[in-house]
Nanobody, 124 residues
Framework: QVQLVESGGGLVQAGGSLRLSCATS????????MGWFRRAPGKEREFVAG????????NYADSVQGRFTISKDNAKNTVYLEMNSLKLEDAAVYYC?????????????????WGQGTQVTVSS
Protein backbone atom coordinates (compact mmCIF):
# COMPACT_ATOMS: atom_id res chain seq x y z
CA GLN A 1 0.00 0.00 0.00
CA VAL A 2 1.46 3.32 -1.09
CA GLN A 3 0.37 6.29 0.96
CA LEU A 4 1.22 9.86 0.04
CA VAL A 5 0.26 12.76 2.29
CA GLU A 6 0.89 16.31 1.11
CA SER A 7 1.18 19.35 3.30
CA GLY A 8 2.59 22.86 3.21
CA GLY A 9 0.13 24.58 0.93
CA GLY A 10 -1.31 27.95 1.77
CA LEU A 11 -1.66 31.57 0.76
CA VAL A 12 1.42 33.46 -0.38
CA GLN A 13 2.04 36.73 -2.15
CA ALA A 14 3.44 36.77 -5.64
CA GLY A 15 7.22 36.63 -5.43
CA GLY A 16 7.11 34.66 -2.21
CA SER A 17 8.06 31.10 -1.38
CA LEU A 18 6.48 27.92 -0.09
CA ARG A 19 7.74 24.44 0.58
CA LEU A 20 5.43 21.52 -0.02
CA SER A 21 6.01 18.18 1.66
CA CYS A 22 4.90 14.70 0.71
CA ALA A 23 5.19 12.19 3.53
CA THR A 24 5.41 8.54 2.59
CA SER A 25 7.34 5.41 3.51
CA UNK A 26 10.98 4.54 2.99
CA UNK A 27 9.94 1.63 0.83
CA UNK A 28 8.04 3.99 -1.45
CA UNK A 29 10.95 6.40 -1.77
CA UNK A 30 13.30 3.55 -2.64
CA UNK A 31 10.92 1.85 -5.05
CA UNK A 32 9.24 4.65 -6.99
CA UNK A 33 9.95 7.73 -8.96
CA MET A 34 8.26 10.61 -7.17
CA GLY A 35 6.54 13.48 -8.90
CA TRP A 36 4.64 16.66 -8.25
CA PHE A 37 1.71 17.67 -10.40
CA ARG A 38 -0.76 20.53 -10.19
CA ARG A 39 -4.23 21.35 -11.38
CA ALA A 40 -5.50 24.88 -11.66
CA PRO A 41 -9.22 25.64 -11.97
CA GLY A 42 -10.46 24.94 -15.47
CA LYS A 43 -7.17 23.38 -16.53
CA GLU A 44 -5.85 19.88 -16.89
CA ARG A 45 -3.48 18.38 -14.40
CA GLU A 46 0.10 19.10 -15.40
CA PHE A 47 3.54 17.82 -14.50
CA VAL A 48 5.59 20.11 -12.29
CA ALA A 49 8.68 18.19 -11.17
CA GLY A 50 9.95 14.69 -10.56
CA UNK A 51 12.86 12.85 -9.01
CA UNK A 52 13.96 9.27 -9.58
CA UNK A 53 14.59 6.58 -6.99
CA UNK A 54 18.29 7.25 -6.61
CA UNK A 55 17.92 11.05 -6.75
CA UNK A 56 20.29 11.12 -9.71
CA UNK A 57 17.72 12.50 -12.10
CA UNK A 58 15.35 15.44 -11.78
CA ASN A 59 12.91 16.75 -14.30
CA TYR A 60 11.05 20.06 -14.30
CA ALA A 61 8.32 21.68 -16.32
CA ASP A 62 9.63 24.61 -18.34
CA SER A 63 7.28 26.92 -16.47
CA VAL A 64 8.96 26.23 -13.12
CA GLN A 65 12.55 25.55 -14.17
CA GLY A 66 14.90 27.68 -12.10
CA ARG A 67 12.22 28.55 -9.53
CA PHE A 68 11.17 25.18 -8.09
CA THR A 69 13.36 22.46 -6.63
CA ILE A 70 12.37 18.88 -5.89
CA SER A 71 14.28 16.90 -3.31
CA LYS A 72 14.01 13.86 -1.06
CA ASP A 73 14.95 13.34 2.56
CA ASN A 74 15.28 9.60 3.05
CA ALA A 75 15.74 10.00 6.80
CA LYS A 76 12.34 11.68 7.03
CA ASN A 77 10.68 9.65 4.26
CA THR A 78 9.58 12.88 2.66
CA VAL A 79 9.67 14.47 -0.77
CA TYR A 80 9.79 18.24 -0.95
CA LEU A 81 8.93 20.84 -3.54
CA GLU A 82 10.61 24.13 -2.78
CA MET A 83 8.80 26.89 -4.67
CA ASN A 84 10.39 30.32 -5.03
CA SER A 85 9.45 33.45 -6.95
CA LEU A 86 5.85 32.30 -7.04
CA LYS A 87 3.62 33.71 -9.74
CA LEU A 88 -0.12 34.10 -9.93
CA GLU A 89 -0.20 31.30 -12.48
CA ASP A 90 1.36 28.88 -9.98
CA ALA A 91 -1.86 28.84 -7.98
CA ALA A 92 -3.32 25.33 -8.08
CA VAL A 93 -3.90 22.17 -6.12
CA TYR A 94 -0.58 20.36 -5.95
CA TYR A 95 -0.42 16.58 -5.91
CA CYS A 96 2.33 14.19 -4.98
CA UNK A 97 2.50 11.01 -7.03
CA UNK A 98 4.51 7.80 -7.30
CA UNK A 99 5.51 5.99 -10.48
CA UNK A 100 7.14 2.68 -11.34
CA UNK A 101 8.26 4.17 -14.65
CA UNK A 102 11.83 4.42 -15.81
CA UNK A 103 13.51 7.78 -15.35
CA UNK A 104 11.18 10.64 -14.52
CA UNK A 105 7.99 10.44 -16.58
CA UNK A 106 6.06 13.62 -17.28
CA UNK A 107 2.78 11.93 -18.10
CA UNK A 108 0.32 11.59 -15.24
CA UNK A 109 -0.71 8.25 -16.70
CA UNK A 110 2.66 6.89 -15.63
CA UNK A 111 1.90 7.54 -11.98
CA UNK A 112 -0.19 4.93 -10.19
CA UNK A 113 -0.43 6.45 -6.74
CA TRP A 114 -1.61 9.90 -5.75
CA GLY A 115 -1.98 12.01 -2.65
CA GLN A 116 -5.06 14.03 -1.79
CA GLY A 117 -3.52 17.35 -2.82
CA THR A 118 -2.68 20.59 -1.12
CA GLN A 119 -3.93 24.01 -2.18
CA VAL A 120 -1.51 26.77 -3.14
CA THR A 121 -2.99 30.24 -3.53
CA VAL A 122 -0.93 33.14 -4.84
CA SER A 123 -2.14 36.70 -4.31
CA SER A 124 -1.05 39.85 -6.11
Amino acid sequence: QVQLVESGGGLVQAGGSLRLSCATSRRTLNSYTMGWFRRAPGKEREFVAGINRSSTMRNYADSVQGRFTISKDNAKNTVYLEMNSLKLEDAAVYYCAASTGIGVPRSDGSYAYWGQGTQVTVSS
